[in-house]
Nanobody, 119 residues
Framework: QVQLVESGGGSVQPGGSLGLSCTASGRVFSDLIMGWHRRTSAKRSEFVAQITIATGVPFYGNSVKGRFTISRDTSKNTTYLQMNNLSPDDTGVYYC????????????WGQGTQVTVSS
């Protein structure tokens, strides 16, 4: 079992920045691919970004590419999502997720944290 604890989020004006973090436990961190997904006001679940912990290679959804940065700190078993140039369309609940390398599925999820972008 992998446990995920998220922190960060909050409210910001359009064009602002926010950061999220997610700390994993219960599994060797380098065995994981850590991801972020979000659920927007349209009730749509959307892939945001992921990072392969062992290599540090990131991958982004098209809607956030160039604005969001995913990173990891292996000494803290923590993944970060830095979100810049936020727009109201980025408003939603952001979920940290974990996939064990080789499984192809995100089997573990955090509790979710609210991000609100509004003037």
């Amino acid at each position: 079992q992998v446990q995920l604890v998220e922190s960060g989020g909050g409210s910001v004006q359009p064009g602002g920045s926010l950061g999220l973090s997610c700390t994993a436990s219960g599994r060797v961190f380098s065995d994981l691919i850590m991801g972020w997904h979000r659920r927007t006001s349209a009730k749509r679940s959307e892939f945001v970004a992921q990072i392969t912990i062992a290599t540090g290679v990131p991958f982004y959804g098209n809607s956030v590419k160039g604005r969001f940065t995913i990173s990891r700190d292996t000494s803290k078993n923590t993944t970060y999502l830095q979100m810049n140039n936020l727009s109201p369309d980025d408003t939603g609940v952001y979920y940290c997720s974990a996939s064990v390398v080789g499984t192809g599925t995100y089997d573990y999820w955090g509790q979710g944290t609210q991000v609100t972008v509004s003037s």
